[in-house]
């Protein structure tokens, strides 16, 4: 069963940048739309991003766009995230996972903690 496993995480500045990677441990993402998500505490988890399944095409939450680039290999064993002038409400546990609307996904990881300070 494929795990994803998010790395990348950590503690910027607002204004910084921080690269998220999600390796799809014990197979591969093929043939899946992907998508990172974020929750924070008390909050439901959200979506932040979108990739098809093909890549070429992406779509983003209103607060991230323009920031935030998703991409993923062509191996279709990972997928990134690239976050850029990072605010104070990026702060949260991010994860990745298959694209909203998927029926099957995959379980969900542990995440990767982001913490922007002002």
């Known amino acids: 069963q494929v795990q994803p496993v998010e790395t990348g995480g950590g503690l910027v500045q607002a204004g910084g940048s921080l690269r998220l990677s999600c390796v799809a441990s014990?197979?591969?993402?093929?043939?899946?739309?992907m998508a990172w998500f974020r929750q924070t505490p008390g909050k439901d988890r959200e979506h932040v991003a979108t990739?098809?399944?093909?890549?070429?095409?992406?779509d983003y939450a209103d607060s991230v766009k323009g920031r935030f680039t998703i991409s993923r290999d062509d191996a279709e064993t990972a997928i990134y995230l690239q976050m850029n002038a990072l605010q104070v409400e990026d702060t949260g546990v991010y994860y990745c996972?298959?694209?909203?609307?998927?029926?099957?996904?995959?379980?969900w990881g542990q995440g990767t903690q982001v913490t922007v300070s002002s």
């Open positions: 990739v098809s399944f093909s890549g070429a095409r992406t």
């Open positions: 996972n298959a694209a909203p609307g998927v029926v099957r996904i995959f379980p």
């Open positions: 014990g197979g591969t993402f093929r043939s899946y739309p």
